[in-house]
Each structure stands twice: as C-alpha cells, then as structure tokens.
C-alpha cells in the first residue's frame, strides 16, 4: 500500500509539471508550426481561392483548401487549450488516484496525435474514401468545425479559471452552455475531431478518434465522480441536466 502511495505521488508530480510546462508548450508549440504552415501555403490560398470563384477549380484544389480549413481547425483548438492554460488555476496538488492521473494525460496526449498527424509522411496517412465522396464528406466536415469551434471556444469562455487537465474542485460552473448539457468543451471538442475525419478522411485520423472519444468520455465520467463526491450542488445538477449532447 506504501509503495502503491508513492507511486501515485512520484506520477502526481510528474502530472504537475507535465500540466504547468510541458503541455502549454507542447500546445503552443504546435500551434505555432500550423500557423507557419498556413503562413506558407497563404500565396497558394490565395491562387486557389481565385480558381474556386471563377469555378475553374481542380480536385487538387478541394484537396488543398480542405488541407488548410483541417489546419486551421487545429490552430485554433491549439489555441484554445493555450488560453486555458493561460488564465487557469496552477495546478498545486497531486490529483487523487491513479485514474485521475494517467486518463486525463493519455487522452490530453492523443489530443496532440492530431496535430503530429499534419506532418506525417506515413502511408497510413492517405486519403481513404473515392473521390466522389470526398466533396460531401468535406462539406459536413466545414460545418461539424464551424459548430464545434463556435462550442469550444463559448464553453471555454464560461469556464473562465476552471480549466485545467487534472481533476481538481473549483467553483462549479453550471451558467451558459452549461446550462445545456455538463460538459460543452468535450462536445465541441467530439464535434472538431469529427470534422477532421470528415475534412482527410485519413486512417490516421479515424484511428486518433477512435481511441480519444471513448478516453474523453471516461475522463468526463471521472471529473464527475470527484465533483460529485464534493459537491451536493453538482449532485443535483447531474439530475437535471444531459450529460455530453443536449436533449
């Protein structure tokens, strides 16, 4: 049981750093290496999206313009998670349990799979669905992000400082979207990584997504337990309002 202590605190303090430094790194990073890749491709945008309004537009030129609305859908999720990171709480306190510990590192570093995936080469990493799907396919991908990004990015705002990967208690928050379901950053988050399924329909991705919902939800399941046993507040809250998709 000692032993089993200790182990918990030597990862806790590992999840410490990880979500003080090495994750708003590694987020802004990325960030960074997206907006430089957009900064890049900008004189070809601009050729393309001139082709686009005159409808002279090759399938190159779908796929390149769905290349750069993926990377801008990364951008800004990255983004988002940065300014969380910004005006959170410091995490001070090892996270109880081991569960609350490696579950919420392991899906917050599947989360960073997406933007690795952008300067994969591997063959894995090809477009799978015929070209006479991948129009349609897009078109839903385009609206799935505009939704999920607008959720996001609101949620985000309604959290204000309880942002954070660990489960710790802070002031519960239940105003805006959270009035809607319990936890809207995860549904616009869902939402974003379908969209990138949809915009490269790419074994990478559909892999990547396959293994971070189900991690999300178990994570969301996870807060829960600790708010729930914290606050009779929240307690209530759960019985009156859906968990991740609104009624």
Same mark, same amino acid.
């Given at each position: 049981?000692?032993?089993?202590?200790?182990?918990?605190?030597?990862?806790?303090?590992?999840?410490?750093?990880?979500?003080?430094?090495?994750?708003?790194?590694?987020?802004?990073?990325?960030?960074?290496?997206?907006?430089?890749? #957009?900064?890049?491709?900008?004189?070809?945008?601009?050729?393309?999206?001139?082709?686009?309004?005159?409808?002279?537009?090759?399938?190159?030129?779908?796929?390149?313009?769905?290349?750069?609305?993926?990377?801008?859908?990364?951008?800004?999720?990255?983004?988002?998670?940065?300014?969380?990171?910004?005006?959170?709480?410091?995490?001070?306190?090892?996270?109880?349990?081991?569960?609350?510990?490696?579950?919420?590192?392991?899906?917050?570093?599947?989360?960073?799979?997406?933007?690795?995936?952008?300067?994969?080469?591997?063959?894995?990493?090809?477009? #799978?669905?015929?070209?006479?799907?991948?129009?349609?396919?897009?078109?839903?991908?385009?609206?799935?992000?505009?939704?999920?990004?607008?959720?996001?990015?609101?949620?985000?705002?309604?959290?204000?400082?309880?942002?954070?990967?660990?489960?710790?208690?802070?002031?519960? +928050?239940?105003?805006?979207?959270?009035?809607?379901?319990?936890?809207?950053?995860?549904?616009?988050?869902?939402?974003?990584?379908?969209?990138?399924?949809?915009?490269?329909?790419?074994?990478?991705?559909?892999?990547?997504?396959?293994?971070?919902?189900?991690?999300? #939800?178990?994570?969301?399941?996870?807060?829960?337990?600790? #708010?729930?046993?914290?606050?009779? +507040?929240?307690?209530?809250?759960?019985?009156?309002?859906?968990?991740?998709?609104?009624?």
């Amino acid at each position: 049981m000692a032993r089993d202590g200790k182990s918990t605190v030597s990862i806790g303090g590992i999840a410490i750093v990880a979500e003080n430094i090495c994750f708003p790194l590694l987020f802004f990073y990325y960030a960074c290496k997206s907006m430089m890749s #957009l900064y890049t491709s900008y004189p070809r945008t601009l050729e393309v999206l001139v082709r686009l309004r005159e409808l002279r537009f090759t399938s190159g030129d779908i796929n390149f313009i769905s290349s750069v609305f993926d990377s801008c859908v990364i951008v800004i999720f990255n983004l988002l998670v940065c300014r969380g990171f910004l005006i959170r709480k410091s995490l001070h306190h090892v996270p109880k349990g081991l569960l609350n510990i490696l579950i919420p590192l392991i899906a917050t570093f599947f989360y960073l799979m997406y933007s690795i995936s952008k300067s994969s080469s591997l063959q894995w990493n090809s477009i #799978l669905l015929p070209e006479n799907l991948l129009l349609s396919s897009r078109i839903f991908g385009v609206f799935f992000a505009l939704l999920g990004m607008l959720i996001s990015t609101m949620a985000t705002l309604n959290l204000k400082r309880s942002f954070g990967i660990f489960v710790q208690v802070r002031k519960i +928050e239940t105003q805006g979207l959270y009035r809607q379901v319990r936890h809207p950053i995860y549904l616009g988050y869902i939402l974003n990584w379908l969209a990138l399924c949809l915009l490269e329909p790419k074994a990478y991705n559909l892999l990547i997504t396959s293994i971070t919902i189900p991690l999300t #939800l178990f994570r969301a399941h996870l807060e829960e337990k600790e #708010l729930a046993a914290y606050s009779s +507040e929240y307690r209530e809250y759960i019985k009156k309002t859906p968990f991740i998709f609104p009624h």
